[in-house]
């Protein structure tokens, strides 16, 4: 759970300020005008839809005279195609499409982390299928959403059993197409998160072959635009510190959360409150500390060693440092 001062932390505002040089003081820079919008993109699910819902961001921002709006996406690789562009401002994903996004060189720093418990991840196949290990994927058909955190998923699981992507059928899909594809039987495996993995085990045809539990080792990330956090950075921590308390409240209040979740996604009651209840650790906001950077940095290590990114990165570079005030 975020502590308190973990929220006092992200709650503090920085300032700047005016450099001279040696013969001739320079003349002070204009003060720069706060942004009047905030854009976020946001996925139906997690703190950030759960903020959304119940308004207190744009509440806290119209004290600072800033209108927040929302852009919806399926998953994290448009909305940080987005985000480097400059055409959102903030936003919340996985741990995968940020390293991806990096390695194209986007425009975007991380400014806050989340647990991403394994237990929310799982590799489905069907439940009388041949498929009974994970040495038993070889020369099948795997799907998952390129760029996402189910591709770390399906990478670290393969890895485990001695296997690489090279081993079987990728079939790059988005949650929603993965799924009909599995449902179907076009597919053999399925990478996926919650809420689509707590959707699919209600079928009694589908088996759970592994969940992300000692496989992967991961957060989920709040990144926002590099340009934009510059330009804005004591806007961005009110923005971090309004979903820590949001963050908060919804783990000590899991039935509510899930009702609301629920309402956002059209999934069922039960199915959400099992989703949200597979961990205590899931609804937090967090600095991303040196440890967390580590974490990061060894899936990015992975992916470039897999050949899955053009070459190595340095994480640390576009982690994004508050400023003191």
């Known amino acids: 759970?975020?502590?308190?001062?973990?929220?006092?932390?992200?709650?503090?505002?920085?300032t700047a300020s005016a450099l001279a040089t040696p013969i001739l003081a320079a003349a002070p820079e204009p003060a720069k005008e706060p942004a009047k919008t905030f854009r976020?993109?946001?996925?139906?699910n997690g703190v950030p839809a759960l903020t959304k819902r119940r308004g207190t961001?744009?509440?806290?921002?119209?004290?600072?005279?800033?209108?927040?709006?929302?852009?919806?996406?399926?998953?994290?690789?448009?909305?940080l195609e987005a985000l480097g562009a400059g055409a959102i401002d903030f936003g919340y994903t996985g741990d995968i499409p940020p390293i991806f996004a990096q390695a194209g060189k986007l425009d975007l720093v991380y400014v806050g982390a989340a647990p991403a418990p394994g237990s929310s991840s799982a590799i489905l196949v069907k439940k009388d299928g041949p498929i009974r290990s994970l040495a038993d994927l070889k020369g099948r058909t795997l799907a998952?959403?390129?760029?996402?955190?189910?591709?770390?998923?399906?990478?670290?699981?393969?890895?485990?059993?001695?296997?690489?992507?090279?081993?079987?059928?990728?079939?790059?899909l988005s949650p929603a197409d993965a799924g009909a594809a599995f449902a179907g039987g076009r597919v053999e495996a399925w990478s996926i998160w919650d809420p689509f993995y707590a959707i699919a085990e209600q079928n009694p045809d589908v088996r759970v072959l592994t969940t992300a539990e000692g496989i992967v080792d991961s957060y989920g990330y709040y990144l926002a635009n590099g340009a934009y956090t510059k330009a804005n950075p004591t806007l961005v921590r009110e923005v971090?510190?309004?979903?820590?308390?949001?963050?908060?409240?919804?783990q000590d209040h899991l039935e509510e959360t899930a009702k609301a979740l629920s309402e956002i996604t059209g999934v069922p009651y039960d199915v959400t409150l099992r989703s949200v209840k597979?961990?205590?650790?899931?609804?937090?906001?967090?600095?991303?500390?040196?440890?967390?950077?580590?974490?990061?940095?060894?899936?990015?290590?992975?992916?470039?060693?897999?050949?899955?990114?053009?070459?190595k990165l340095d994480i640390a570079s576009?982690?994004?440092?508050a400023p003191s005030i």
Do not use: C
Request: net charge positive.
């Open 40 to 44: 976020f993109g946001w996925q139906k």
């Open 144 to 172: 998952f959403t390129k760029g996402s955190s189910a591709h770390n998923v399906a990478v670290s699981a393969l890895r485990k059993a001695g296997l690489t992507l090279k081993d079987v059928t990728p079939a790059y």
């Open 278 to 311: 597979r961990t205590n650790t899931r609804f937090a906001v967090l600095p991303v500390t040196p440890e967390i950077v580590k974490t990061q940095q060894a899936i990015a290590d992975t992916f470039a060693a897999e050949g899955l990114i053009p070459a």
């Open 57 to 79: 961001l744009e509440t806290r921002l119209a004290a600072r005279g800033v209108a927040v709006t929302w852009h919806e996406f399926p998953s994290g690789p448009p909305l």
């Open 318 to 321: 576009i982690v994004w440092t």
């Open 1 to 14: 759970m975020l502590t308190r001062r973990q929220i006092l932390t992200f709650a503090a505002a920085g």
């Open 240 to 250: 971090l510190a309004e979903l820590a308390v949001q963050a908060a409240w919804s």
